[in-house]
């Protein structure tokens, strides 16, 4: 029944008993809190977090956006030039000085959305990768966000947990933790439920649990006692520290990208400066503010400040597109490091799998049994194998066998609305479900076998035991243990035959493994139980160790089939025409393992298995050979997988490895991209991995390479166009001062200062053409080919030199045409016109914005057609749409006429510009046909292809 609401405050827990604290606490053992009771103590508590540094007020980090030195040199320019307005009135407002400061503040609005985006987006993968704890509440077990735990919940721990909360101990079974961020101690701390008497440091608590330490061994139930800043974590934190943001390699390669093309940009416009005092007539101080103003508006247009914003806004959104495809990555790195994996080293059970074990066979001494029925539902037959009928030996070896698995295990079997599920292992519930199937009900197998001890499952034993009073027999207490058959058989000198123990002789072993390859060679899953009995007056009653896993009497072999997950061959596959290996790694029997790894195509039909034993015997270098030659691993333990990893690593593969134990971070902490289990994966691992799978499923791991693919080749995308036009814009400037005589400049000027554009048409190029179309181009649909192609090389940069060599000959087109409209619209030069130097200018200007909305087209690629899946890209189409539109605002509107000094242009003005401005698409279409060919014949000669 539910308790009642209460005010629930206890101290000192460790020294009150188990049940004094859960009576305080006004909570049930086995009940739990009531759904009721346990949302009016979260409202009373509040959420199970520590308190963090106070967040940064939205109006500073939009004041964040004006720290850019060259922002606050543009600024200042603004200030000087309306001051000089103030002066002179030659105008009837100050429009440069009104349209530079619009022109910043867009600016700042644009990065400050941008940020804000990627924080929501960052957010929101933090509540996705969010701690959950599992808790008994309203008399059933459930899995809660480890935020939402109350002062009286009862908490299920099991290896590999962090603990959520500060909690005294009600049951333990062998658990360690490991304290070490509370009291520097790093060896593992054993837990019992033992009252202490006298006042005791934190480190010798041994009865309690707290928060932010983490379960190794064993497992146990606990109430919890205190949450949020009242743990011992709160009181010793205090307050945290806000962790400083994640630097991805991306982005620090960007950084230095920017850095060296600011100082490249600052020189140019330090030439293009003194250049303009040689060549023009300079008098008067506004002339020379107009000469220094354009040189800071060219360094703010040319230099991409805000593209570490913008990088970490596509890698945000793009990990919520994984996320909503069962993908959680936990550290941004890991989008980059995807498309680049070579290897995918994965665990066979529930990942190539479907983990919905299904127990199918029974072997024994006298016969054996097939079971009937699928799932959890416990319904299903019996069908005994051999002469023996249903009331001799062979009914009561599987008896035993089966009562020996059921008990040897904590998985619950729950059926809630006529469904069936299982809380726990799913192995562990498939032993359950055959238990169930042939009669053997929890009550009864309760009230006979009571569980008075347990020495938990690891992967370096492949054992799991348990230690029960029998009812009958109150003189003994029985041992029953389940594991690998290999191992377990070891450790056995006895075999139940009917209802006597008979010694194993040398034969009989032999025959027990056969008939373990036999299963094995169905694709079945083998696991062996037996028992022993032990004296009721041991004298270490409450402690049992690995000592009770010998002198044991083998009952039989349980064979359970895991079927392949239907989509994981074709996931397979397309990981192999990614030029992506895959490995499996597990730990069950090789036989067993290479028939699945050949029947979803990882392997060849025939090809051998590697054992743990066979890794342990070899060297370095011929675990290296190894490595290269085989893609099964069986038997292997957590050790092994880290050597298999480092191996692969030494032959310049970047590997993706998952993993759902303990043992397993060192291995996930090691690969190129952890990966870990969110369904039966531990904290440990979770917190250990760059990746968590949702869905265990080894297709969502290809599936997030195709997206990381797809976000790195975007990001590449609009780093190609902002670029080639921040290039184009800083070459148009350039040479059309240091060519002015030769182009018509000079002669279209009354005197002053001779500029192709004025620097707040270079300010409004900027904004309009290097926001909504690189935004854009960030959320391009992902090319049809990424799966096709090898991965990237590991260390290859961001920028190849390939894609700079298309960005400067791009850049160079718009220069090139830009001037050339220039020139063709001034009188005089070498093309006549009979233009103002006001429309030449506009003309260069509106030449100059189109051009670089054409190039938005070529940036998707440096080797594709532009016109391949042209309308793909709504958004795209959107963004050149609404930046031409703007465009016409400053060519038509007279109040921005007069702020960007534009002059109207006639319809065949427009046309001849896009003619013009068109031709960047032409002419890089040509070059990629060239590119396209030398590729083609790279491939004929042997040399892979690679996407730049």
Same mark, same amino acid.
């Given at each position: 029944?539910?308790?009642?609401?209460?005010?629930?405050?206890?101290?000192?827990?460790?020294?009150?008993?188990?049940?004094?604290?859960?009576?305080?606490?006004?909570?049930?053992?086995?009940?739990?809190?009531?759904?009721?009771?346990?949302?009016?103590?979260?409202?009373?508590?509040?959420?199970?977090?520590?308190?963090?540094?106070?967040?940064?007020?939205?109006?500073?980090?939009?004041?964040?956006?004006?720290?850019?030195?060259?922002?606050?040199?543009?600024?200042?320019?603004?200030?000087?030039?309306?001051?000089?307005?103030?002066?002179?009135?030659?105008?009837?407002?100050?429009?440069?000085?009104?349209?530079?400061?619009?022109?910043?503040?867009?600016?700042?609005?644009?990065?400050?959305?941008?940020?804000?985006?990627?924080?929501?987006?960052?957010?929101?993968?933090?509540?996705?990768?969010?701690?959950?704890?599992?808790?008994?509440?309203?008399?059933?077990?459930?899995?809660?966000?480890?935020?939402?735990?109350?002062?009286?919940?009862?908490?299920?721990?099991?290896?590999?947990?962090?603990?959520?909360?500060?909690?005294?101990?009600?049951?333990?079974?062998?658990?360690?933790?490991?304290?070490?961020?509370?009291?520097?101690?790093?060896?593992?701390?054993?837990?019992?439920?033992?009252?202490?008497?006298?006042?005791?440091?934190?480190?010798?608590?041994?009865?309690?649990?707290?928060?932010?330490?983490?379960?190794?061994?064993?497992?146990?139930?606990?109430?919890?006692?205190?949450?949020?800043?009242?743990?011992?974590?709160?009181?010793?934190?205090?307050? @945290?520290?806000?962790?400083?943001?994640?630097?991805? $390699? *991306? %982005?620090? !390669? /960007?950084? &230095?990208?920017?850095? =060296?093309?600011?100082?490249?940009?600052?020189?140019?416009?330090?030439?293009?400066?003194?250049?303009?005092?040689?060549?023009?007539?300079?008098?008067?101080?506004?002339?020379?503010?107009?000469?220094?103003?354009?040189?800071?508006?060219?360094?703010?247009?040319?230099?991409?400040?805000?593209?570490?914003?913008?990088?970490?806004?596509?890698?945000?959104?793009?990990?919520?597109?994984?996320?909503?495809?069962?993908?959680?990555?936990?550290?941004?790195?890991?989008?980059?490091?995807?498309?680049?994996?070579?290897?995918?080293?994965?665990?066979?059970?529930?990942?190539?799998?479907?983990?919905?074990?299904?127990?199918?066979?029974?072997?024994?001494?006298?016969?054996?049994?097939?079971?009937?029925?699928?799932?959890?539902?416990?319904?299903?037959?019996?069908? @005994?194998?051999?002469?023996?009928?249903?009331?001799? $030996? *062979? %009914?009561? !070896? /599987?008896? &035993?066998?089966?009562? =020996?698995?059921?008990?040897?295990?904590?998985?619950?079997?729950?059926?809630?609305?006529?469904?069936?599920?299982?809380?726990?292992?799913?192995?562990?519930?498939?032993?359950?479900?055959?238990?169930?199937?042939?009669?053997?009900?929890?009550?009864?197998?309760?009230?006979?076998?009571?569980?008075?001890?347990?020495?938990?499952?690891?992967?370096?034993?492949?054992?799991?035991?348990?230690?029960?009073?029998?009812?009958?027999?109150?003189?003994?207490?029985?041992?029953?243990?389940?594991?690998?058959?290999?191992?377990?058989?070891?450790?056995?000198?006895?075999?139940?035959?009917?209802?006597?123990?008979?010694?194993?002789?040398?034969?009989?072993?032999?025959?027990?493994?056969?008939?373990?390859?036999?299963?094995?060679?169905?694709?079945?899953?083998?696991?062996?139980?037996?028992?022993?009995?032990?004296?009721?007056?041991?004298?270490?009653?409450?402690?049992?160790?690995?000592?009770?896993?010998?002198?044991?009497?083998?009952?039989?072999?349980?064979?359970?089939?895991?079927?392949?997950?239907?989509?994981?061959?074709?996931?397979?596959?397309?990981?192999?025409?990614?030029?992506?290996?895959?490995?499996?790694?597990?730990?069950?029997?090789?036989?067993?393992?290479?028939?699945?790894?050949?029947?979803?195509?990882?392997?060849?039909?025939?090809?051998?298995?590697?054992?743990?034993?066979?890794?342990?015997?070899?060297?370095?270098?011929?675990?290296?050979?190894?490595?290269?030659?085989?893609?099964?691993?069986?038997?292997?333990?957590?050790?092994?997988?880290?050597?298999?990893?480092?191996?692969?690593?030494?032959?310049?593969?970047?590997?993706?490895?998952?993993?759902?134990?303990?043992?397993?971070?060192?291995?996930?902490?090691?690969?190129?991209?952890?990966?870990?289990?969110?369904?039966?994966?531990?904290?440990?691992?979770?917190?250990?991995?760059?990746?968590?799978?949702?869905?265990?499923?080894?297709?969502?791991?290809?599936?997030?390479?195709?997206?990381?693919?797809?976000?790195?080749?975007?990001?590449?995308?609009?780093?190609?166009?902002?670029?080639?036009?921040?290039?184009?814009?800083?070459?148009?400037?350039?040479?059309?001062?240091?060519?002015?005589?030769?182009?018509?400049?000079?002669?279209?000027?009354?005197?002053?200062?001779?500029?192709?554009?004025?620097?707040?048409?270079?300010?409004?190029?900027?904004?309009?053409?290097?926001?909504?179309?690189?935004?854009?181009?960030?959320?391009?649909?992902?090319?049809?080919?990424?799966?096709?192609?090898?991965?990237?090389?590991?260390?290859?940069?961001?920028?190849?030199?390939?894609?700079?060599?298309?960005?400067?000959?791009?850049?160079?087109?718009?220069?090139?045409?830009?001037?050339?409209?220039?020139?063709?619209?001034?009188?005089?030069?070498?093309?006549?016109?009979?233009?103002?130097?006001?429309?030449?200018?506009?003309?260069?200007?509106?030449?100059?914005?189109?051009?670089?909305?054409?190039?938005?087209?070529?940036?998707?690629?440096?080797?594709?057609?532009?016109?391949?899946?042209?309308?793909?890209?709504?958004?795209?189409?959107?963004?050149?749409?609404?930046?031409?539109?703007?465009?016409?605002?400053?060519?038509?509107?007279?109040?921005?006429?007069?702020?960007?000094?534009?002059?109207?242009?006639?319809?065949?003005?427009?046309?001849?510009?896009?003619?013009?401005?068109?031709?960047?698409?032409?002419?890089?279409?040509?070059?990629?046909?060239?590119?396209?060919?030398?590729?083609?014949?790279?491939?004929?000669?042997?040399?892979?292809?690679?996407?730049?």
């Amino acid at each position: 029944m539910p308790v009642t609401s209460a005010d629930t405050t206890i101290d000192e827990p460790y020294r009150q008993s188990a049940e004094e604290v859960i009576a305080a606490l006004k909570t049930q053992p086995m009940y739990g809190l009531g759904s009721t009771e346990a949302a009016r103590r979260l409202a009373h508590y509040g959420r199970n977090e520590l308190d963090a540094a106070p967040p940064r007020p939205q109006w500073l980090k939009f004041l964040d956006q004006f720290t850019d030195v060259l922002v606050l040199l543009l600024l200042a320019a603004a200030m000087i030039s309306a001051v000089i307005w103030l002066q002179e009135r030659d105008t009837a407002l100050p429009y440069e000085a009104l349209a530079i400061f619009a022109i910043v503040l867009l600016n700042a609005l644009m990065g400050y959305i941008q940020e804000a985006r990627a924080e929501r987006a960052a957010a929101a993968l933090r509540q996705l990768s969010a701690t959950h704890s599992s808790v008994i509440r309203d008399g059933d077990r459930r899995s809660i966000p480890a935020a939402e735990l109350v002062p009286g919940d009862i908490v299920l721990i099991a290896e590999g947990d962090t603990i959520p909360a500060d909690a005294r101990l009600i049951e333990s079974a062998s658990l360690q933790t490991v304290e070490a961020a509370l009291t520097g101690e790093s060896l593992p701390v054993s837990k019992n439920v033992a009252l202490i008497t006298g006042t005791s440091e934190l480190g010798d608590q041994h009865n309690m649990v707290f928060s932010g330490t983490i379960a190794v061994y064993g497992h146990g139930r606990a109430v919890v006692t205190a949450t949020r800043m009242r743990t011992a974590m709160g009181r010793i934190a205090g307050m @945290l520290e806000k962790a400083p943001d994640e630097i991805t $390699p *991306l %982005q620090r !390669e /960007l950084d &230095r990208v920017g850095k =060296a093309l600011a100082v490249t940009v600052v020189l140019i416009a330090i030439a293009m400066i003194g250049t303009i005092f040689l060549v023009s007539d300079i008098s008067g101080f506004s002339e020379i503010f107009d000469v220094l103003i354009l040189g800071v508006a060219l360094a703010v247009a040319a230099v991409p400040e805000g593209l570490p914003a913008v990088v970490t806004a596509v890698l945000s959104l793009g990990m919520q597109r994984m996320a909503k495809n069962k993908a959680i990555i936990r550290r941004l790195a890991a989008v980059e490091t995807l498309g680049s994996a070579t290897v995918i080293a994965s665990d066979k059970t529930g990942t190539l799998t479907r983990n919905e074990m299904t127990v199918r066979r029974l072997i024994t001494a006298s016969g054996g049994a097939n079971l009937s029925g699928t799932g959890y539902a416990p319904h299903g037959g019996i069908q @005994l194998i051999g002469p023996q009928s249903p009331g001799e $030996p *062979l %009914q009561f !070896e /599987l008896t &035993r066998a089966l009562t =020996a698995a059921e008990r040897a295990n904590n998985a619950v079997l729950q059926e809630r609305d006529g469904s069936w599920s299982v809380q726990g292992d799913p192995t562990e519930g498939a032993l359950i479900v055959a238990a169930r199937k042939a009669g053997l009900l929890r009550e009864a197998l309760d009230a006979r076998f009571a569980r008075v001890g347990e020495v938990p499952f690891s992967s370096e034993r492949k054992l799991m035991s348990t230690v029960h009073t029998d009812a009958e027999q109150p003189e003994r207490l029985i041992a029953v243990t389940k594991g690998a058959p290999d191992i377990l058989l070891a450790r056995c000198t006895h075999e139940l035959v009917g209802r006597d123990a008979v010694a194993l002789t040398d034969a009989r072993r032999a025959e027990i493994m056969a008939s373990n390859d036999a299963l094995a060679e169905e694709a079945l899953r083998t696991l062996g139980v037996a028992f022993r009995s032990l004296p009721a007056d041991r004298p270490d009653h409450d402690a049992f160790e690995e000592d009770v896993e010998h002198d044991l009497v083998f009952l039989g072999l349980i064979g359970m089939i895991d079927p392949p997950r239907q989509e994981t061959r074709e996931a397979v596959v397309r990981a192999q025409a990614a030029g992506i290996r895959s490995i499996m790694i597990t730990g069950d029997h090789p036989v067993t393992a290479a028939i699945i790894a050949a029947e979803l195509g990882i392997t060849s039909g025939g090809r051998r298995a590697v054992t743990g034993a066979d890794l342990a015997a070899m060297t370095e270098a011929e675990l290296d050979q190894t490595v290269q030659e085989v893609s099964v691993y069986a038997r292997v333990n957590p050790e092994h997988k880290l050597r298999i990893v480092k191996a692969l690593q030494r032959a310049g593969e970047t590997v993706a490895m998952t993993g759902d134990g303990v043992n397993d971070a060192p291995a996930l902490k090691a690969a190129d991209i952890g990966v870990a289990m969110g369904i039966t994966g531990t904290d440990v691992s979770k917190e250990a991995a760059d990746m968590v799978l949702a869905d265990d499923n080894f297709a969502t791991i290809v599936a997030a390479v195709a997206e990381g693919r797809a976000i790195f080749s975007n990001i590449r995308k609009f780093l190609r166009y902002l670029l080639s036009s921040n290039i184009g814009e800083v070459m148009t400037m350039f040479f059309g001062i240091l060519l002015a005589d030769m182009i018509g400049l000079t002669g279209a000027a009354t005197g002053g200062v001779v500029l192709p554009l004025l620097a707040t048409q270079i300010l409004w190029i900027n904004l309009v053409t290097d926001g909504a179309p690189a935004l854009a181009l960030g959320i391009d649909p992902a090319d049809g080919d990424v799966m096709r192609r090898p991965p990237r090389p590991r260390g290859e940069g961001v920028i190849t030199g390939r894609m700079w060599g298309g960005i400067f000959l791009v850049g160079t087109i718009m220069a090139v045409g830009t001037l050339l409209v220039l020139d063709a619209a001034l009188p005089g030069g070498m093309i006549e016109g009979s233009g103002t130097l006001a429309y030449g200018q506009t003309m260069a200007f509106t030449t100059l914005v189109m051009f670089q909305l054409f190039n938005v087209f070529n940036a998707r690629s440096d080797d594709r057609s532009a016109f391949h899946g042209l309308f793909t890209n709504r958004w795209l189409w959107g963004a050149v749409v609404l930046s031409l539109l703007l465009h016409a605002f400053v060519v038509y509107t007279p109040f921005l006429q007069e702020a960007f000094s534009t002059v109207s242009l006639s319809a065949g003005d427009w046309l001849f510009c896009a003619a013009v401005s068109s031709s960047v698409l032409w002419l890089r279409e040509l070059s990629k046909i060239v590119t396209r060919r030398v590729g083609e014949n790279a491939i004929s000669a042997g040399v892979p292809e690679r996407s730049a």
